[in-house]
């Protein structure tokens, strides 16, 4: 008869995944047969999920099933792409780390991480890092504040440096389960190696070349907390295509608009054309930061394109 245990997934590399199991992690493969109902995803168990596994005759662990999720983070696979990659399940929080300079952090790339952490219920607080290079430039730091506070999130100043930020981080990650996500080069290794100095991540350096960060952690991963909680580090993100969120349900996801959408004329509003709407006239009288407003317009061309 074999052995049944209940684990958590800290580790997925694809053909292999660490199972987290009463202190003891469990090396385990999966199930070809595993499928999640109603998503099609190229990663069918990911970190954060909970699992059931067997040990066979042969010692070998195997992933069975996974438990219902809580939530996850999604985003699709590819540009124009039917196919999904969930970045990690079961989160309690996640911290979107953005840099001003070396390298420069999109705003429409913040702006897809955030909707997406909107609609799957996710709170979200940005970290402005490398801050005693941004600090360098004042008036572009105000700005960054100005548009997402107004927004509605928390925006904490980071600096692994010289410290600036991380008692404010460490508070926000006791004994929770937090992901951790950005472009490469971010400094998001550092900052889990800064609150859990005895991980000793690998850390990468700015490439010369296209002023972007170099990949260095591969797959994501899970790291216990010493004082309670875990985090999620994730491979640096290119891209984050939104994925099965409506043309019509999409604003819902900007809080800001969310806020003045009730105002407009029309109940069916878009925001993109019609007399009366209150969104355009507050990014008019830039009560919404225009960045934010022409991310959300980006975003619904995208979409038509992929649904072509």
């Not at 580790?11 to 047969?33: F, K, M, P």
């Not at 019609?274 to 979409?303: F, H, N, Q, T, W």
Request: with cysteine; hydrophobic share 40%; proline share 4%.
């Amino acid at each position: 008869m074999s052995t049944e245990i209940r684990g958590v997934v800290t580790r997925a590399t694809g053909s292999w995944y660490d199972v987290l199991h009463e202190g003891r992690t469990i090396a385990c493969r999966i199930r070809g047969r595993i499928r999640l109902k109603g998503v099609r995803s190229t990663n069918p168990v990911v970190v954060g999920d909970e699992v059931v596994c067997t040990e066979g005759g042969d010692g070998e662990w195997v992933i069975e099933r996974i438990l219902p999720r809580r939530n996850y983070i999604i985003r699709r696979a590819s540009n124009l792409s039917k196919e999904s990659h969930i970045i990690a399940a079961n989160i309690d929080q996640a911290l979107l780390v953005a840099t001003l300079s070396q390298p420069v952090t999109a705003p429409e790339f913040l702006d897809r991480f955030l909707a997406t952490c909107e609609a799957y219920k996710i709170p979200a607080t940005i970290l402005l890092a490398k801050y005693d290079l941004a600090a360098a430039d004042p008036e572009a730091a105000a700005a960054f504040h100005a548009t997402y506070e107004s927004a509605g999130y928390r925006v904490v100043d980071l600096s692994t440096l010289d410290g600036t930020g991380l008692d404010a981080v460490r508070a926000l990650v006791a004994g929770r389960t937090t992901l951790v996500a950005g472009n490469s080069g971010v400094g998001k290794s550092t900052l889990v190696g800064a609150l859990e100095p005895g991980l000793a991540l690998r850390t990468g350096s700015i490439s010369e070349s296209h002023r972007k960060g170099r990949h260095t952690t591969t797959f994501s991963a899970m790291y216990p907390l010493t004082g309670g909680g875990f985090l999620i580090d994730t491979p640096g993100i290119k891209g984050f295509g939104l994925i099965d969120i409506d043309d019509h349900e999409l604003w819902h996801y900007f809080p800001e608009m969310m806020r003045i959408g009730a105002g407009c004329r029309f109940y069916n509003c878009t925001h993109t054309h019609e007399p009366g709407c209150a969104v355009r006239e507050a990014v008019a009288r830039g009560e919404v930061a225009r960045s934010r407003y022409e991310s959300y317009l980006k975003i619904r061309d995208e979409d038509d394109k992929y649904r072509k």
